[in-house]
């Protein structure tokens, strides 16, 4: 069984930056396929982010793409989502998923039935 515990949210303005972690406990994540999601008020949960291991490509939403990166400290067993040039849009919360068979990276990273596991989420609000 593994743990994920989201951190770092917090209230930005426009045009700053935060670092989100996902700490994972119970089982090492190094080869596991691990994603972003986030979910803002009154719309449903959706992709974000998302990164494989080994040679595995990062894939990103087309709305974060060039202003967010994916990475992970395979030592601290946790994944970051570094997020820079925030708009009032990327205002939701923000949660870290884990799939450990990485089956079919390519096809399903964006998929939320695909993951196993998940954090609680962390508040992302990002003012004018």
């Known amino acids: 069984q593994v743990q994920l515990v989201d951190a770092g949210g917090g209230l930005v303005q426009a045009g700053g930056s935060l670092r989100l972690s996902c700490a994972a406990s119970?089982?090492?994540?190094?080869?596991?396929?691990m994603g972003w999601f986030r979910q803002a008020p009154g719309k449903e949960r959706e992709f974000v982010a998302a990164l494989g291991w080994g040679l595995m490509s990062t894939y990103y939403a087309d709305s974060v793409k060039g202003r967010f990166t994916i990475s992970r400290d395979n030592v601290k067993n946790t994944v970051y989502l570094q997020m820079n040039s925030l708009k009032p849009e990327d205002t939701a919360v923000y949660y870290c998923?884990?799939?450990?068979?990485?089956?079919?990276?390519?096809?399903?990273?964006?998929?939320?039935?695909?993951?196993?596991?998940w954090g609680h989420g962390t508040q992302v609000t990002v003012s004018l």
């Open positions: 998923a884990a799939a450990p068979r990485c089956r079919d990276y390519s096809r399903n990273y964006y998929l939320q039935s695909w993951y196993d596991y």
């Open positions: 119970g089982r090492t994540v190094s080869n596991y396929c």
